[in-house]
């Protein structure tokens, strides 16, 4: 793949944990030597619950700071907050009157997870926010959005906005595609095999974020469930935990699941694990090591330097679309 228009994001709504980095973040640095990449920290989706203001803004440096660790270099992608930009709210609100539909919102599976069975007492912005991502996308001429699975639902409703636009007030998007990997999509809790490891999740033991303290991530690979077989192979409808925790081991040190079924034929889960915190205690030991080396002030002027060449590109996009729906 190459020269193409690459864009992403992640939102600040709490710590980002090895399921967030499996998933997308450690696609997005291959991809910007031939390509153009974009990569927003999406401020505006983050308050879609109610989030602490202090924390919110902290959170925009931690973000960007994680960006720059795990490999992004400014010089090369364009690194932006979503909120520097008000293109995007500006056209969140023209694709909800053109091109989003209720129907299609009412699919969204994210939604109903998140909002549970207090549908009518959540946000409208909750409900809305994948026209505010298809906004995000559209903007930049998008053509391939790497994400974890559970957001590629939310690529194929941009798309399908898009192909909405374009059909009834004349070409001006690009279609995106999402990008998903093929191992590592989505990155399981570590207590419990059925649910989505969660950077909003009330309980961390869940998770193991890019930050934890190194013993405290050990502990929590060691406390990790698995079954009562005590043999090691994947299988993800039979041994969900175990085959979650492979995918982990291979994605974090960089071996393939056959081989470390073949290593492993014969162990039991303790020395298993044992290697597995080894690997995830090594690969976090290097990604703080460089997470420590920036500064904030180095963050915040990679996002001032990020919005101006951002809102060039969201601008001229934004300006093409008013015309096409008279609003100038
Ligand atoms: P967010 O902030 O929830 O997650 C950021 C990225 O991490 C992926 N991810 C996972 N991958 C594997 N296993 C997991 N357990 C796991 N949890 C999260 C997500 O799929 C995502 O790629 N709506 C988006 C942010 C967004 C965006 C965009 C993304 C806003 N605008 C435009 C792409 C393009 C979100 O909430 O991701």
């Known amino acids: 793949m190459n020269d193409k228009i690459i864009f992403s994001g992640i939102q600040p709504s709490g710590r980002l944990n090895i399921g967030n980095y499996i998933g997308a973040l450690s696609q997005w ?22 989030q602490d203001p202090e924390e919110l803004r902290r959170r925009l440096l931690e973000i960007t700071k994680t960006y720059l660790a795990a490999g992004i270099d400014p010089e090369k992608s364009i690194i932006f907050r979503q909120s520097d930009i008000s293109a995007h709210t500006e056209l969140a609100w023209i694709l909800n009157c053109a091109g989003a539909r209720i129907a299609d919102l009412n699919k969204m599976t994210q939604f109903k997870d998140k909002a549970g069975k207090n549908q009518e007492s959540v946000s409208v912005g909750l409900y809305d926010y994948p026209v505010l991502m298809a906004a995000d996308i559209l903007l930049y001429g998008t053509e391939i959005v ?55 999740d009330d309980n961390q033991n869940n998770c193991i974020a890019l930050l934890d303290d190194i013993e405290e991530a050990r502990k929590k690979i060691m406390r990790a469930v698995t079954d009562s077989e005590d043999s090691i192979y994947f299988d993800v409808a039979e041994k969900p935990a175990l085959s979650n925790l492979l995918t982990i081991y291979a994605q974090l040190g960089n071996r393939e ?18 290697d597995l915190a080894d690997v995830v205690v090594k690969f976090l030991e290097d990604f703080q090591a460089k997470y420590n080396s920036i500064s904030d002030e180095e963050a915040l002027k990679v996002l001032e330097r990020g919005k101006e060449k951002a809102e060039a590109i969201a601008n001229k996009k934004l300006k093409e679309v008013k015309e096409l729906i008279g609003i100038k």
């Open 146 to 200: 790497p994400v974890g699975e559970d957001q590629k639902q939310h690529v194929e409703l941009a798309r399908d906005i898009a192909k909405r636009f374009n059909n009834d007030y004349g070409e001006v998007f690009e279609i995106p595609q999402a990008i998903v990997k093929t191992e590592g999509a989505r990155i399981m809790s570590l207590l419990d095999p059925m649910k989505k490891m969660s950077k909003s």
């Open 257 to 274: 699941i056959k081989r470390l079924e073949k290593d492993y034929k014969g162990k039991g889960y303790g020395e298993f694990k044992k």
């Open 29 to 50: 640095p291959k991809m910007q030597a031939e390509n153009n990449c974009i990569f927003c920290v999406v401020d505006y989706h983050a308050i879609t619950v109610k």
